[in-house]
């Protein structure tokens, strides 16, 4: 039987990060989220930059382009990676949280890139049964670990670190693809 590798795809497979900032500076005249408190959560700065300039726009507007990943690219190894696991016998499923107007395009953007892709929209990934997870989030590393603890669970950083150092002590974590083998 394959190990099966769940992937996240959100800053971990394709950088939606900046887009997301591109596009939030468009409606801002260029104002930049700054992040200064190092929050993970950057609707809240968001929301205060759009009621100071007096926009009405919702951060999250972003997340519902229906062709969001349409013309996003991969991240930097990740093709090659997943390449080379899927011919060195692993499974690999692509585990992510979605809302529904981008669904499509995620899984278009997946099959794209990577050939047939099984994917899962889940935000539950600790519920999803695989011998690796490879996410940005540390909220789904920390779920993972308690819900699969002989699994293992890599943290992405390659992207947009999440988690402060002390946060991500005892977690593995992975800052470019290159650095992976299966």
């Given at each position: 039987?394959?190990?099966?590798?769940?992937?996240?795809?959100?800053?971990?497979?394709?950088?939606?990060?900046?887009?997301?900032?591109?596009?939030?500076?468009?409606?801002?005249?260029?104002?930049?989220v700054l992040n200064e408190d190092g929050a993970y959560d950057l609707v809240p700065e968001m929301n205060r930059i759009l009621a100071e300039i007096g926009v009405d726009l919702n951060p999250f507007d972003f997340w519902r382009k229906t062709d969001l990943y349409d013309n996003?690219?991969?991240?930097?190894?990740?093709?090659?990676?997943?390449?080379?696991?899927?011919?060195?016998?692993?499974?690999?499923?692509?585990?992510?949280?979605?809302?529904?107007?981008?669904?499509?395009?995620?899984?278009?953007?997946?099959?794209?890139?990577?050939?047939?892709?099984?994917?899962?929209?889940?935000?539950?990934?600790?519920?999803?049964?695989?011998?690796?997870?490879?996410?940005?989030?540390?909220?789904?590393?920390?779920?993972?670990?308690?819900?699969?603890?002989?699994?293992?669970?890599?943290?992405?950083?390659?992207?947009?670190?999440?988690?402060?150092?002390?946060?991500?002590?005892?977690?593995?974590?992975?800052?470019?693809?290159?650095?992976?083998?299966?």
């Open positions: 039987m394959s190990k099966i590798v769940a992937v996240d795809v959100d800053l971990t497979v394709v950088d939606t990060f900046n887009p997301w900032m591109e596009w939030f500076e468009s409606y801002t005249g260029g104002r930049k996003l690219e991969p991240v930097p190894g990740v093709v090659d990676v997943i390449r080379a696991m899927k011919d060195g016998g692993y499974t690999v499923v692509f585990v992510s949280s979605c809302v529904p107007e981008h669904t499509k395009s995620k899984k278009w953007f997946l099959d794209h890139h990577f050939g047939y892709a099984p994917f899962i929209a889940t935000h539950e990934k600790e519920l999803v049964a695989y011998d690796c997870l490879i996410d940005d989030k540390l909220y789904h590393i920390k779920q993972g670990l308690k819900a699969r603890p002989n699994a293992m669970h890599i943290l992405f950083t390659g992207v947009r670190a999440d988690g402060l150092p002390d946060e991500r002590e005892n977690v593995n974590t992975m800052d470019c693809w290159s650095k992976i083998c299966f």
